[in-house]
């Protein structure tokens, strides 16, 4: 076995001890939270008898960490079990949203990390021009605007105006392609305002960094074009800053839409979370929790591989 | 009118029904104009901000506007609030009392059938009505139904209802969500998540929380009735998102607009605002146990010391009526217009501190925006009004989740809202009856116990309204309940959606029965 399998394996099996962590932690923070599943859907009509027959029927009145370890061997056969609100099966109740999360997040991420990473590495080029500055201002203008923000001015601009793209996101099974990517660009489009600052401005000073290195002055002093500079010589060498950052901004991208998924009313993942924190369904929770800690462990995992395969001295042991 | 113990066609609300429909005959309704006859056909989509994912079709659940509304449209219940606030016959045909009004029997329609085209039977009913009672049902419609002794079926046709007292607004019960018809599975039960209903239309898709489809039944038996070709509810939870695809013309009717944005809605040629005055209330219940509330002076002198214009204008923004301290709504029958309205007087208030014995009062108001929107707003207002009567009303702001449970209830003073009920019996019932589950206030007023129990057996109109008359009055001097104001129901909907000149206001949009009864241009 290599040094880099080896790795890898650790890794994975440090991310599922550190998911068990998390399950632990969720349903504890579950626990905390005022009121269970019972008095939630009840709410003001809720009286100590309906309670009791409702707590009942879901087997809400077992001792909490009975609850745990009853989801938890039912997870580790592979059943995520049925939502204890609607009885539902988890896994067909993830499955519709996890696809539209992953569409919206792919959308985005396709457009997002190809402009955001050329627009670094021409602001690096012609690092102070007008156009570094440009570029710099117009991303950091756009992340500094709130998200809920950026949306509604693209609705008003793009959807009250213009009337090009429609405010409400809605797609399903019968949605083509097309039809799907004209309804979400709005929504994707929000995203990759958001994001996109971050990775350019990391890629632009990545590079900038490498730049002032003695090897980059030699390669000027012989005569290679800037561009070549840039391209050959200084980006493999920042590769290893950028990767982490656009893991850092997938990862943001799958989990971090929430807002985003309820101005336009898009059912991803986000806000099936949303409602099931909000009534209490613990192993509705407990499974999109998983999911979203289980992106940012393999997004991390995946980073640190490639940061590794871009580094020479690093992927042959000294 | 008189009251008539054995009705067909009920005549409770004889007054109000007679002056509306003169106002029908003169043509002075303002839709006069819009709304001809209704037409059939076109799909109408429609932006609900309730709605969860973890919504299911179990009629014990339901919980929310998105589940009421469907819960109508695909199903059916034995009577429906007409428009004029009556209990009409609806999967009944007829529904008559005995003289002590205990016992009830109900005769079904013989032409009403499932969408799978079986015969509604009245074992259907009864194991529907089932459904919601016993140990083991978690059902939210549970407490209501705990006056019913015996349900049994008499035949195929018959259901009869054995009351443990008389209650001459039994069958007004029976237009509650929950108390949707679904088949007898043949043992008495009903399955809950059946989608196989009597109502004018069938589920083509649904996604809890996100969307529902329906499509109408072509062989639906109510005449007149179920309009549109197809509806599309979808959940559009943020105010902003729902108003835009109004806008836009993604979805012709939405409820709860933002009142605070809701003047550039107004500006859009095509939109038009609708308001009903509705029976939803907001309330500030004071346990009557607990001191300082226990001195009825105390409670005189908080009812004198909040400013119930200024809440209505600045929490409702104007889309309200101040409340008079009990929870009968201008628009619900036995309503005492009599009564004189309690306003804003700090010096009043102050004189009844002086008979309570005291200088100034310090009070603790426990409020969240889950007990209605702009609760905490309300409860600010009321603190700074009641300054000037020397009471300090101290405003503590409580976690919106689990509040029903943790708040409302537990604390002696918070904020709360009641959706409203059809009849005064029902209203006080819930939430006013010594031993009412929800009585908020703890209040045991034995004059106001009788006069329940009373009313509730009595068939003669006159002596009723008296009775009521009565009951909203000790509300109002002795109850503990501070009721500021009347919410209306706001929604907008564009120009192609046309409603009847008279609809039923107890809840939002035609009392969530609009998919049936509204229709296109």
């Known amino acids: ?318 | 009118m008189t009251q008539s113990i054995s009705f067909t066609s009920p005549t409770r609300r004889g007054f109000l029904a007679g002056t509306a429909a003169a106002g029908m005959a003169l043509g002075l309704s303002p839709y006069r104009a819009r709304a001809a006859e209704p037409q059939k056909g076109g799909t109408l989509r429609v932006g609900f901000t309730q709605g969860s994912t973890s919504d299911s079709l179990d009629p014990a659940t339901y919980s929310n506007d998105f589940m009421f509304a469907t819960s109508y449209a695909v199903f059916s219940t034995l009577i429906e609030i007409a428009p004029d606030g009556s209990a009409k016959p609806d999967l009944a045909e007829s529904f008559e009392a005995t003289p002590d009004a205990a016992t009830w029997t109900f005769r079904l329609r013989d032409d009403a059938t499932f969408s799978d085209g079986k015969t509604v039977s009245a074992q259907d009913v009864v194991a529907s009505i089932r459904h919601h009672m016993g140990d083991q049902s978690k059902s939210g419609v549970k407490p209501l139904l705990a006056q019913i002794e015996d349900i049994h079926a008499d035949g195929d046709n018959v259901v009869v209802f054995t009351l443990a007292a008389g209650n001459a607004d039994f069958p007004f019960i029976f237009n509650d969500y929950h108390l949707t018809i679904r088949q007898d599975r043949g043992d008495g039960t009903i399955d809950p998540d059946s989608r196989i209903g009597t109502g004018g239309y069938v589920i083509e898709s649904f996604e809890p929380g996100v969307r529902i489809e329906l499509a109408r039944r072509d062989d639906y038996w109510k005449q007149g009735a179920a309009h549109f070709d197809r509806v599309t509810i979808l959940k559009v939870g943020d105010a902003a998102a729902r108003m835009n695809a109004l806008m836009t013309g993604e979805v012709d009717l939405i409820d709860r607009p933002d009142l605070k944005t809701i003047h550039m809605l107004e500006r859009s040629p095509n939109i038009r605002i609708h308001t009903q005055d509705g029976t939803l209330h907001y309330t500030m219940p004071m346990h009557v146990t607990t001191a300082p509330f226990d001195d009825v002076n105390v409670r005189l002198a908080l009812k004198h010391a909040i400013d119930r214009e200024a809440i209505v204008q600045k929490v409702l923004k104007g889309y309200g009526t101040v409340g008079n301290d009990h929870p009968i709504a201008s628009s619900m029958p036995f309503y005492n217009a009599d009564l004189a309205q309690h306003a804003y007087d700090p010096d009043k208030a102050r004189h009844y501190l002086g008979k309570a014995g005291l200088d100034s009062l310090d009070v603790t108001l426990h409020t969240a925006d889950a007990a209605f929107n702009g609760a905490v707003d309300a409860s600010v207002l009321f603190s700074e009004a009641a300054k000037a009567a020397g009471i300090n009303v101290n405003v503590t702001r409580e976690p919106d989740d689990g509040y029903w449970s943790n708040v409302w209830l537990q604390k002696p003073f918070c904020t709360s809202y009641w959706g409203g009920r059809p009849t005064p019996d029902l209203m006080f019932s819930a939430g006013y009856a010594a031993d009412a589950d929800w009585n908020a206030t703890k209040w045991q007023n034995e004059r106001f116990n009788e006069l329940l129990l009373a009313a509730r057996a009595e068939l003669d109109s006159a002596r009723r309204t008296e009775m009521y008359g009565e009951m909203q009055q000790l509300c109002q001097t002795d109850g503990g309940a501070l009721i500021p104001a009347f919410g209306q129901y706001v929604s907008a909907m564009n120009e192609k959606v046309q409603m009847p000149e008279q609809i039923s206001e107890m809840w939002d949009l035609d009392s969530q029965r609009f998919i049936e009864r509204w229709w296109f241009a």
């Open chain 1, 1 to 318: 076995m290599t040094r880099l399998q080896k790795l890898i394996l650790s890794r994975l099996a440090l991310g599922i001890a550190t998911l068990f962590v998390v399950s632990a932690l969720m349903f504890v923070g579950i626990e905390l939270l005022p009121g269970d599943l019972a008095q939630q859907i009840l709410g003001q009509s809720a009286t100590p008898e309906t309670l009791a027959a409702f707590r009942a029927e879901l087997g809400l009145d077992q001792a909490p960490h009975t609850r745990y370890l009853d989801w938890l061997s039912g997870v580790v056969q592979g059943d995520l079990g049925q939502s204890l609100a609607s009885g539902r099966e988890v896994t067909d109740l993830l499955s519709t949203r996890l696809a539209n999360t992953m569409f919206l997040a792919g959308y985005a991420a396709v457009i997002a990390v190809p402009i955001a990473v050329t627009l670094g590495l021409l602001a690096a080029l012609w690092r102070n021009s007008l156009f570094d500055r440009s570029a710099n201002v117009g991303a950091l203008s756009a992340i500094s605007m709130p998200e809920f923000f950026v949306a509604y001015l693209l609705i008003l601009v793009f959807s009250i105006k213009l009337g090009w793209f429609p405010t409400l996101a809605r797609i399903d099974t019968a949605t083509s392609l097309g039809q799907a990517l004209h309804v979400t660009f709005l929504p994707a489009l929000t995203l990759i305002m958001v994001v996109i600052a971050h990775m350019m401005r990391m890629t632009r000073a990545a590079i900038i960094n490498v730049l002032a290195a003695p090897y980059i002055e030699m390669a000027r002093l012989k005569g290679v074009p800037r561009w070549r500079v840039v391209l050959r010589h200084a980006l493999p060498n920042a590769l290893a800053p950028i990767i982490n950052v656009i893991a850092l901004n997938l990862a943001y991208l799958i989990v971090g839409v929430v807002v985003v998924e309820v101005v336009f009313s898009y059912p991803g993942l986000g806000q099936l979370l949303v409602d099931a924190v909000a009534s209490r369904d613990f192993p509705v929770v407990q499974a999109v929790g998983l999911f979203f800690a289980g992106t940012y462990i393999l997004l991390n995992v995946a980073a640190d591989i490639l940061s590794i395969l871009s580094n020479p001295r690093l992927r042959h042991a000294r």
